[in-house]
């Protein structure tokens, strides 16, 4: 039993080119801190419990010689989070060139973000982590939080302290309207409709894994969004519930053993 209840409802992607940052926001979020990575090799799951569900999310390899698994890893998927780096606009172009095919084969109702990451280079106020609500962090009442046991969201990242950050600006090269017009042509590669889709605004991040700056707002809006298909797959399961394999095999040879005398 405790094995079935590990099992994931759904299954939530990052996709995105190599060194813009995915694998430190999956560490921000789940581990609450920032520390440097290496590149991914292949792929690599966390397990996230949300409540009384169970969410996969899946860090991909950015590289070109990993880039054909990452349809595999995308099959089935709720939710793709397509990353890029806030100061390479070559990295905002690769997910529309490169990466946004490989979602063909994620579900025909899956949720897409487009995630700005490295915020803290280029925004001042990306060096203050926020909360799922968008309102700046207390570190106290996040300490009382921890005191709770029935509170289903994380609580919010602690932000880097002022000595980790340079301090030295760099030239932002994609601005949040880039990232909401690359939202609107994935709606139209995936034949969806504009005004019965997800709002841009809704789905379009800047985000700081150093700092924490919107990390926990991304993934738990994601986390929010993705209920209605964790519900329904547990209603369909319900309805048609899987036949254990090894008691029907058990049961067939038992029959099996009555039958020959």
Not at 3 to 20: A, C, E, I, Q, S
Not at 173 to 198: C, F, M, N, P, W
Not at 207 to 230: C, H, Q, R, W
Request: glycine residues 6%.
């Amino acid at each position: 039993m405790p094995d079935k209840m590990k099992r994931p409802d759904v299954k939530l992607v990052l996709l995105g080119d190599m060194n813009v940052g995915k694998t430190s926001l999956l560490h921000r979020y789940m581990e609450r801190k920032f520390k440097e990575t290496v590149s991914t090799v292949g792929g690599a799951f966390f397990l996230k419990q949300w409540g009384p569900y169970n969410i996969s999310i899946w860090d991909t390899a950015g590289r070109e010689q990993f880039h054909g698994l990452g349809s595999m890893y995308c099959r089935g998927a709720a939710a793709v989070i397509l990353t890029y780096d806030v100061t390479n606009w070559q990295s905002l172009a690769e997910l529309e060139e490169r990466f946004l095919s490989l979602t063909d084969t994620a579900n025909h109702d899956c949720i897409y973000a487009i995630v700005g990451n490295k915020a803290d280079l280029t925004d001042p106020k990306a060096h203050l982590s926020r909360t799922s609500d968008g309102q700046p962090e207390d570190q106290t009442e996040c300490e009382e939080e921890r005191t709770e046991p029935q509170v289903l969201s994380a609580c919010p990242t602690p932000p880097a302290s002022p000595a980790s950050l340079s301090g030295v600006m760099l030239h932002k090269q994609v601005t949040h309207e880039d990232a909401v017009a690359l939202y609107g042509r994935i709606l139209r590669y995936k034949g969806l409709d504009e005004k019965s889709s997800l709002p841009a605004e809704k789905v379009c991040f800047e985000t700081s894994a150093k700092t924490g700056y919107n990390v926990d707002a991304l993934f738990e809006t994601m986390f929010d969004l993705v209920l209605p298909s964790i519900l329904r797959k547990r209603h369909e399961n319900q309805e048609s519930p899987t036949v254990d394999l090894e008691d029907s095999q058990g049961a067939h040879s038992r029959k099996a053993r009555i039958g020959c005398c």
